[in-house]
């Protein structure tokens, strides 16, 4: 069964840090992209950072370069988020994501559940 659990998230005043991280099992963790969405209030769900499988090269949306930063850990089976510097804007629920590839232009991967992050004073 594939598992995907997010914790971390929470209320943190403007400038603060939090460190969110997704627990995964159930499918082939090492060979996969583990990504890092946001879904604000209204709005869509957008990519904020990845990371791939092997060698590490990674993602990050503009508005969050510097201040994020995404880890995995394979033996471990995990991928962190490191939010530094937050912002009222960086309100959102955030989804832990893993890709397992594409087969003729479908993308296989899961979701998981979100976790909260509010930024506010």
């Known amino acids: 069964q594939v598992q995907l659990v997010e914790s971390g998230g929470g209320l943190v005043q403007p400038g603060g840090s939090l460190r969110l991280s997704c627990a995964a099992s159930?499918?082939?963790?090492?060979?996969?992209?583990m990504s890092w969405y946001r879904q604000g209030p209204g709005g869509e769900r957008v990519l904020v950072a990845s990371?791939?499988?092997?060698?590490?090269?990674?993602y990050y949306l503009d508005s969050v370069k510097g201040r994020f930063t995404i880890s995995r850990d394979n033996a471990k089976k995990t991928v962190d988020l490191q939010m530094n510097n937050l912002k009222p804007e960086d309100t959102a629920v955030y989804y832990c994501?893993?890709?397992?590839?594409?087969?003729?232009?479908?993308?296989?991967?899961?979701w998981g559940q979100g976790t909260q992050v509010t930024v506010s004073s």
């Open positions: 994501n893993a890709t397992l590839g594409y087969i003729r232009g479908v993308r296989y991967d899961y």
């Open positions: 990371i791939t499988a092997i060698g590490g090269s990674t």
């Open positions: 159930g499918f082939p963790f090492s060979t996969s992209v």
